[in-house]
């Protein structure tokens, strides 16, 4: 898509330090990393998100993420992996171009995750209702 970066990155009209390639999906180094080696797959055919994205591209992106995160996990000599996907901005996306983080993660690395709270069953079981009644 004209003006979208990763589409220019995959056309390789601008420059990034690609780790894999293949027909459907794009995977390279993210330019503002929380570690080094926090890696972004990303696929061919653009799509804004996980609402606008095919399941046939998902699941191209999802086992190249499957395949590359023991291998980012070796590479970085990393403790774990984040395995983070930021859809609309409230969320946290800036590229709307959908995208996959693989982010290298260290036990010494003081990182905190999204904060959770304690919810009652009553609220739990109305929105259990409500999402299932949505399938
Ligand atoms: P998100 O907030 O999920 O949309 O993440 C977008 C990510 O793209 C950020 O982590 C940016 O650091 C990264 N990014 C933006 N431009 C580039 C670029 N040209 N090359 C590599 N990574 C980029
Ligand atoms: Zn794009």
Known sequence: MKDCIFCKIIL????SHKIYE???VYAFLDINPVHIGHTLVVPKVHAEDIFDI???SWAHVMNVVHTLSPIVHAATNADGVNIIM???RSAGQLI???HVHIVPRFADDGLKGLPQHS???EALTTMQEKIKNTL
């Open 119 to 121: 919810e009652n069953s």
């Open 86 to 88: 930021n859809n609309k």
């Open 96 to 98: 709307d171009h959908a």
């Open 12 to 15: 390789k009209e601008i420059p």
């Open 54 to 56: 095919s399941s046939e």
């Open 22 to 24: 293949d027909e459907n």
